[in-house]
């Protein structure tokens, strides 16, 4: 294509790239990292919780709903981790 071809390349690939990172799929070749385990189940925790609370629920109610969960879920990932203890190391009661 050319001259547009060429300007419209770069943007055009990082389209594609944001939406296989937003849609989680898998690219050839790219390996299954750690985080995106947690963060499938952690998504697949919140559509379970979701569905189970907004049951027969109208509308208004269930994205209600749909925003506190992920007030919740945003509040549990800004919390900091805390070390686990040891307890050979920890003082005697």
Do not use: C, H
Request: glycine share 4%; proline share 9%; aromatic share 2%.
């Amino acid at each position: 294509m050319g001259i547009p071809g060429a300007l419209l390349a770069l943007p055009l690939a990082a389209t594609i790239m944001m939406l296989f990172d937003e849609l989680r799929v898998e690219m050839p070749g790219q390996q299954e990292q750690v985080e995106d385990t947690q963060q499938r189940a952690e998504d697949a925790r919140s559509e379970v919780e979701y569905e189970r609370r907004t049951a027969g629920v109208p509308a208004e109610q269930a994205a209600a709903i749909a925003v506190e969960i992920s007030d919740d879920r945003r509040k549990e990932e800004n919390r900091p981790v805390e070390p686990p203890v040891d307890e050979a190391e920890s003082p005697a009661k």
